[in-house]
């Protein structure tokens, strides 16, 4: 973890930020080593697949390629899953603050947070900094096209918003402000964006050159927000548990699970397989779209 005074600030706006849009910030828990839950049967009350045990909450992504496969960054580095979330380990990048985990098909992954921009094009075997022109590598936010994993976004803190079409070399300034979260998806040809803006839960269709408001999900915000890659379902992780989408945001629905959500990832191509990430590291998974939440 840094311990500058720089690295203090930095975290310090992202702090104030998650407040000025409502949302919670994540209880700090000490490091245990992680346990596994084996769940029964489901029923009304959500069953855990298991705890990670880190100190704090931020991504989680599923592996397009392979649904048994997950990761979970954090602070202190980055864990894996290969048998759908049953048992975690330290993934070979073992330390860095990575806040954002972004994959694609094809092997391709990239992590972006405090003073970390890596990809790895081998499933996580190797990792390698990516060479880039942003003015500072604070990035509290990314999102990748699904159509093509050349082109990205990212809010860089005390920046703004850039976007980028070669892989994260070459950026350039979209927006000014703060943008907390940002999730991309295919409709009717184009890329979308949705994202945790300054003005609260925006889209965009013009790769953030201008933003359209969306509905407020009815709680707020604690964890980001997630897309199906086709756009049929956005899911919004809140203080008030996990809210689903299924017209772009305009309007948002209660799940079966009504925990405050840290972190959310959908499967790109299953709109209905979801996971979450709750305040007490508990991961939990959905093959319904959140309607219920059985064990392994």
Do not use: C, K
Not at 61 to 74: E, I, K
Not at 93 to 115: F, S
Not at 144 to 150: G, L, R, S, Y
Not at 156 to 174: C, H, K, N, S, Y
């Amino acid at each position: 973890a840094r311990s500058s005074r720089g690295a203090s600030e930095s975290r310090w706006i992202g702090r104030r930020w998650i407040l000025a849009v409502g949302a919670l910030v994540a209880l700090a828990l000490a490091g245990v080593a992680v346990v596994n839950l084996s769940g029964g049967g489901g029923g009304d009350t959500p069953t855990a697949w298991a705890t990670l045990g880190t100190a704090d909450v931020h991504s989680l992504a599923f592996d397009p390629d392979d649904s048994t496969h997950l990761l979970f960054g954090h602070h202190g580095g980055l864990l894996e899953s290969r048998n759908g979330g049953i048992s975690w380990q330290p993934a070979t990048l073992a330390a860095g603050d990575a806040m954002n985990v972004r994959t694609t098909a094809g092997g391709r992954t990239q992590i972006a947070g405090h003073d970390l921009y890596v990809e790895s094009v081998d499933g996580g075997a190797s990792w390698q900094d990516v060479p880039n022109d942003l003015p500072g590598l604070d990035l509290h936010a990314f999102a990748v096209d699904p159509a093509d994993p050349e082109h990205a976004w990212t809010f860089a803190a005390g920046f703004g918003l850039f976007e980028t079409v070669d892989g994260g070399r070459q950026w350039e300034l979209r927006q000014a402000g703060n943008w907390g979260a940002l999730a991309a998806y295919r409709q009717e040809e184009r890329t979308m964006l949705a994202a945790v803006g300054p003005d609260g839960l925006v889209s965009s269709a013009d790769s953030g050159a201008t933003w359209e408001a969306l509905a407020y999900p009815g709680a707020p915000l604690a964890g980001g927000i997630a897309a199906a890659g086709d756009g049929s379902v956005l899911y919004a992780a809140t203080g008030a548990g996990l809210r689903l989408s299924r017209d772009g945001g305009r309007s948002w629905e209660a799940t079966g699970f009504d925990v405050a959500v840290l972190s959310v990832a959908v499967l790109p191509d299953d709109p209905l397989a979801v996971a979450v990430v709750d305040e007490a590291t508990r991961f939990y998974r959905s093959a319904d779209g959140g309607m219920s939440w059985p064990g392994p």
